[in-house]
């Protein structure tokens, strides 16, 4: 084996492995290419710190030269003197060189990569306390990267090495961040943000901004700083961020946290209008079915306050026949004259029918107010369609004569009264006979007239409904031989008619319902909005796969909050109250939907990419990186509610106040950082993590 001197005289004819055993001695300089002695150096570097790292646990750990020599291993001193004779040849020969030496220092930095891991502050970490971890780290890498030169002081040399390593490490972040901010205050994008927080900070101190910071309380929706300023030039550069290959995946986080917010700010409002799952078809049928039984209300009360007062008038008189039915013949005859010249069976058939119905009224001179009550009933049935007094005859033609049928019956009903009082049966005074007694003439008279009045009340009622927008919303119910009946108006038109209403005619109708119904009237009110947030959620094919869970502006379309007819539609539908609401998810929409600055044809990313791609020198890397620089930064300040409220509270400090140093500090470390903070009300910044940090205002 050939001894180290031997190795000194001749380093040109001697391998790496040939030293020492397995311990390499260097090539020259010109013995290997560059690759060769890059990876020599990196082995070299690998090599000190184990050599740094045994020699340390020599002297932890001393062991006395009689146990080395027992056991035959090496002792310390030997071990050093080894390691720098080792050092001094590797320096002599191979180490000069410029790849050797970049190789020596990536080895050792690879070995020493944990201890330089422990350099890198937690985000958010302030200026001391990244300078007191760089020092820490610096200290042991220094310490543990190369060993001493040996001798009696090993303490002091590491402690110098600490020292120095502990002062390099310390200094870098602090000239590393002063170079930084030096270096962003250069760049055009750091200039366009001051420039936009001037503007900002204005637009901040104007009522929009108040608006805006209480709409966000009471909606719980984090906006942005440009939606909450409302500043043109903010909105715009945030619009921006959100078209940039660099900065739109974070904005797009932080319109997306936001979407999110307004979705469910617009599904609490619903359940306030009403907890119920609506679709069109059942709130539609509910409708109609609320509509009919008002109707059908109006009749039933009508037909038994008839029964009841003209049944006790036809018990006084005891079934006398005192209603002549002179308007109904005299109508019959007008209808048959209507039919006397028109050829066909249908035509011959009605003639024969009303011919018979005269042929029945000539047979009796008058009829008892109870037979007369009932014909008039059975013709305002047959008025409405839902009964027959005619055979084979269309149901709209029969309903047309049956209608002018029942309005002469009235006025025969209506005329008894009157001829109560002369009739030729009564005597003199105010006394008359019937069933053998005597009975007071003018009571009687006086209780048909009231009877008369009431019944004649409720058939204005039911006329006015039916000239009411009630009646659009009911639809013609048929029967389809004795098993099916069909609606003419299907039950999810009822939905577009309400919503194709004057605002009085659905006020009028917001009325019965609130009385007749109110449940069902709560549950159209939550239809719609539902309707809106279903059609503000659906995005086309063209959109793409990740979209934002909101359109507001389709929301604000969908809901009519765009045009005044639609907006005086949905005041006389909501109350006060729940129309203050649905004004807030409109208002918070139109923050979320301004779009200035925004590039509609779509060329920005494209435009930005080009330049990237065109002749990449120093000029344009330093053009695109600093807009790369701003539009993050940007984004970065849209994803945190946390730093919006930061800006809007800057805006309104002197500038040489202490807690507008505080939050200024704190948004240019937010600006660079993907870390939330807390701002408390003194100043005070507290870390979070980023998921916990946008809970609005």
């Not at 409002?269 to 059908?296: A, F, H, I, W, Y």
């Not at 009646?471 to 194709?500: A, C, H, Q, Y």
């Not at 929301?555 to 765009?562: H, L, R």
């Amino acid at each position: 084996m050939p001894k180290l001197s031997e190795v000194a005289a001749q380093p040109q004819t001697l391998k790496l492995s040939q030293v020492q055993g397995q311990q390499a001695a260097p090539a020259q300089p010109d013995g290997g290419s560059a690759f060769d002695r890059f990876m020599i150096g990196v082995g070299h570097g690998m090599t000190r710190v184990g050599q740094a790292a045994e020699q340390l646990s020599r002297h932890i750990v001393p062991t006395s030269p009689q146990l080395d020599a027992f056991t035959g291993n090496e002792s310390t001193p030997a071990f050093e003197s080894r390691i720098a004779d080792e050092e001094g040849l590797y320096q002599g020969g191979v180490g000069k060189t410029g790849a050797a030496k970049w190789g020596s220092f990536m080895g050792n930095l690879a070995a020493t990569a944990p201890l330089g891991a422990m350099a890198v502050p937690a985000r958010g970490a302030t200026l001391g306390v990244a300078a007191i971890r760089g020092a820490l780290a610096g200290g042991a890498t220094a310490a543990t990267s190369d060993p001493t030169q040996g001798g009696d002081d090993f303490a002091g040399q590491k402690a110098l090495q600490f020292g120095l390593g502990a002062a390099a490490g310390g200094a870098i972040p602090v000239v590393g961040r002063g170079v930084m901010r030096a270096a962003e205050n250069l760049v055009p994008a750091n200039i366009v943000q001051r420039i936009s927080n001037a503007f900002t900070n204005k637009a901040n101190a104007q009522p929009f901004a108040q608006e805006s910071e209480q709409l966000a309380q009471r909606t719980g929706i984090p906006f942005t700083p440009g939606q909450v300023s409302g500043a043109k030039m903010q909105t715009g550069l945030e619009n921006l961020s959100r078209q940039s290959f660099f900065s739109a995946d974070k904005a797009f986080e932080a319109d997306k946290r936001t979407a999110e917010a307004a979705a469910d700010y617009i599904r609490r409002t619903m359940d306030k209008l009403s907890p119920n799952e609506v679709s069109s078809e059942g709130v539609g049928q509910r409708v109609q079915d609320t509509v009919r039984n008002v109707v059908k209300s109006i009749s039933d009360n009508r037909a038994a306050t008839a029964a009841r007062q003209y049944g006790a008038i036809d018990k006084a008189l005891g079934g006398t026949p005192v209603v002549r039915y002179t308007n109904t013949a005299n109508t019959i005859n007008s209808i048959l004259g209507e039919y006397a010249d028109v050829p066909g069976q249908a035509a011959a058939g009605i003639r024969a029918q009303l011919q018979s119905m005269l042929d029945d009224i000539a047979k009796k001179p008058a009829y008892s107010i109870s037979s007369a009550q009932k014909a008039r009933s059975a013709y305002g049935r047959a008025a409405s369609g839902s009964a027959d007094i005619f055979k084979d005859v269309k149901t709209s033609e029969q309903a047309r004569i049956a209608k002018r049928l029942y309005g002469a019956m009235t006025d025969d009903i209506e005329s008894g009264a009157a001829a109560l009082d002369g009739g030729v049966r009564f005597g003199p005074g105010l006394m008359t006979q019937a069933d053998g007694s005597m009975i007071e003439r003018g009571g009687i008279a006086d209780m048909w007239r009231k009877a008369n009045e009431n019944y004649r009340n409720y058939s204005q009622l039911l006329d006015a409904t039916e000239a009411s927008p009630l009646r659009r919303l009911v639809g013609d119910k048929v029967d389809v031989g004795d098993f099916m009946t069909v609606n003419k108006l299907p039950p999810e038109k009822v939905i577009s008619t309400l919503g194709g209403m004057a605002p009085s005619e659905l006020k009028m109708v917001g009325n019965v319902m609130q009385r007749q119904a109110p449940n069902v009237w709560q549950d159209y009110k939550r239809l719609l909005v539902q309707n809106a947030l279903d059609e503000a959620q659906s995005a086309p094919a063209s959109m793409g796969a990740n979209t934002l869970p909101l359109n507001a502006a389709k929301f604000v379309s969908a809901m009519g909050g765009g045009k005044p007819a639609k907006v005086a539609q949905l005041r006389a539908l909501f109350t006060p109250k729940e129309y203050a609401q649905i004004d807030d998810a409109f208002n918070a929409m139109r923050r979320l939907g301004d779009k200035f600055g925004a590039n509609y044809s779509g060329t920005a990313p494209a435009s930005e990419m080009l330049n990237l791609l065109r002749g990449f020198g120093v000029k344009t890397a330093a053009s695109v990186g600093s807009q790369v620089i701003g539009l993050r930064k940007m984004a970065n300040v849209m994803l945190n509610a946390d730093g919006r409220r930061a800006i809007v509270e800057l805006s309104r400090l002197p500038p040489q106040s202490r807690q507008a140093a505080s939050l200024a500090g704190y948004l240019a470390a937010l600006a660079t950082s993907n870390q939330s903070v807390n701002v408390g009300a003194s100043g005070q910044i507290q870390e979070n993590d980023r998921n916990d940090g946008a809970k609005g205002y």
